[in-house]
C-alpha cells in the first residue's frame, strides 16, 4: 500500500491484496482480527458478487494525457492582469483527460472526489438533524458467511435505525486493512456518513451480533468531503451494484438543489472557457504541469469542435 497526503489528511492507494478470511467470532474486537484462515468462496455471502478495489480496472487510451481550454477573445483582452500585459494573448489552461471511472488507474481519484463532493453537497441540506457522524457497521459473522449481499445491505439499514441513525450515506468496503503488516482481508463492512445519536452498541451486539461504532474525528476535525473521498478511494465496486447509497432521512426520492458544475473563466474579460487544439510548434509551448495556465500568442491555436455522431 502507498500513501499519500493532501492538507494534512492521508489517503491511500492499495496495492497488492493478502486475500484473509476472518474466522474470529468477534473479529471487529479480538486481538486474533485478521489471522489467515480457510473458508471456501461459495460459502461467504456478500462474495456472489465479484468486488474490486477502485482504479483496478482497464484505463481508456487517453486517459491522463494533456487537455487544453481557453479563451480565443484576443479583442477583449486589453488590460493588464495582475502586472501582466495581456493585449494580443489569448488564454490558456492545460490539465489531464480524466474519464471519471471508478475502476480507471488513472483517473479514480478524480471519480472519488466527485462523488464526495456530491455527498457533502447533498448532506448539507438536513443540517436540521445536528452534526454529521461518521459509523462503521460490521455485520455479525453468521450473516456475513450466509446473507447475499442485498439482504446483508436491507438487514444493515434494520440495524442502523434501532442503534438510532435516522439516514446518511453508505460506502460498502469489502476488505480491510491489517494496520500490522499492511495486508488487506476480506472482511465486508459498511460506512455511514449520517445523522441521528448511537444508542444501544453493546444490547445490540448481544442480540444480532452486529458492532456499530461512532468514528471520532480525532485531534483534527475532517471535513466531510475529506472523509467521504477516503472512504471512497478503497470502497468495494462491481458492475451489479454502486458503492454508494441513501437511506432513511437521507432518501435519494428526496429532492435537493443539483449541484452547480465547475465552470472556467477567463481571469479578463470572464469569458467561459471553450476546448482548444494546438497545431504550433510544440516547443514553444511552456511547461506543463497539472492545472497550470499562461497567457500565450494566439498562433496555432483554434477552437476545438464537438464532434456529434449520427447513424447512417
Known amino acids: 500500500m502507498s500513501v499519500y497526503q493532501e492538507d494534512g489528511f492521508t489517503f491511500m492507494r492499495p496495492s497488492s491484496i493478502d486475500c484473509r478470511i476472518v474466522t474470529c467470532?468477534?473479529?471487529?474486537?479480538?486481538?486474533?482480527?485478521?489471522?489467515?484462515?480457510?473458508?471456501?468462496?461459495?460459502?461467504?455471502?456478500?462474495?456472489?458478487?465479484?468486488?474490486?478495489?477502485?482504479?483496478?480496472?482497464?484505463?481508456?487510451?487517453?486517459?491522463?494525457?494533456?487537455?487544453?481550454?481557453?479563451?480565443?477573445?484576443?479583442e477583449a483582452h486589453n488590460q493588464n492582469e495582475l502586472?501582466?500585459?495581456?493585449?494580443?494573448?489569448?488564454?490558456?489552461?492545460?490539465?489531464?483527460?480524466?474519464?471519471?471511472?471508478?475502476?480507471?488507474?488513472?483517473?479514480?481519484?478524480?471519480?472519488?472526489?466527485?462523488?464526495?463532493?456530491?455527498?457533502?453537497?447533498?448532506?448539507?441540506?438536513?443540517?436540521?438533524?445536528?452534526?454529521?457522524?461518521?459509523?462503521?457497521?460490521?455485520?455479525?459473522?453468521?450473516?456475513?458467511?450466509?446473507?447475499?449481499?442485498?439482504?446483508?445491505?436491507?438487514?444493515?439499514?434494520?440495524?442502523?435505525?434501532?442503534?438510532?441513525?435516522?439516514?446518511?450515506?453508505?460506502?460498502?468496503?469489502?476488505?480491510?486493512?491489517?494496520?500490522?503488516d499492511g495486508t488487506w482481508r476480506v472482511s465486508g463492512h459498511f460506512h455511514i456518513l449520517g445523522f441521528g445519536w448511537v444508542r444501544n452498541v453493546s444490547q445490540g451486539y448481544k442480540s444480532d451480533g452486529w458492532l456499530v461504532k461512532n468514528i471520532p474525528d480525532g485531534p483534527k476535525e475532517r471535513s466531510v468531503f475529506r472523509t467521504a473521498m477516503y472512504q471512497l478511494s478503497h470502497c468495494g465496486l462491481s458492475e451489479k451494484t454502486r458503492p454508494v447509497a441513501w437511506f432513511g432521512v437521507c432518501s435519494s426520492k428526496i429532492k435537493v438543489p443539483e449541484m452547480e458544475e465547475e465552470k472556467h473563466i477567463c481571469p479578463c474579460c470572464g469569458a467561459e472557457l471553450v476546448q482548444l487544439r494546438y497545431f504550433g510548434d510544440p516547443d514553444s509551448l511552456p511547461d506543463l504541469e497539472e492545472n497550470g495556465s499562461a497567457?500565450?500568442?494566439?498562433?496555432?491555436?483554434?477552437?476545438?469542435?464537438?464532434?456529434k455522431w449520427r447513424a447512417d
Open 25 to 74: 467470532q468477534h473479529y471487529e474486537v479480538c486481538r486474533a482480527v485478521g489471522q489467515p484462515g480457510i473458508l471456501p468462496k461459495a460459502k461467504y455471502g456478500f462474495q456472489e458478487i465479484d468486488w474490486q478495489l477502485p482504479g483496478k480496472g482497464a484505463k481508456y487510451d487517453d486517459c491522463g494525457d494533456w487537455r487544453y481550454r481557453g479563451c480565443l477573445d484576443v
Open 83 to 180: 502586472g501582466q500585459d495581456v493585449k494580443g494573448k489569448i488564454y490558456v489552461e492545460w490539465y489531464h483527460r480524466n474519464c471519471g471511472r471508478a475502476e480507471c488507474p488513472i483517473c479514480y481519484e478524480r471519480w472519488a472526489g466527485l462523488e464526495a463532493s456530491k455527498i457533502a453537497h447533498r448532506l448539507k441540506y438536513f443540517w436540521k438533524y445536528g452534526k454529521v457522524l461518521h459509523i462503521a457497521i460490521s455485520p455479525s459473522e453468521k450473516d456475513a458467511l450466509k446473507l447475499s449481499f442485498e439482504k446483508l445491505k436491507a438487514k444493515m439499514y434494520r440495524v442502523a435505525r434501532l442503534r438510532g441513525i435516522k439516514g446518511g450515506v453508505v460506502i460498502w468496503h469489502h476488505l480491510r486493512e491489517n494496520h500490522e
Open 295 to 307: 497567457w500565450l500568442d494566439p498562433g496555432g491555436w483554434i477552437e476545438k469542435e464537438e464532434v
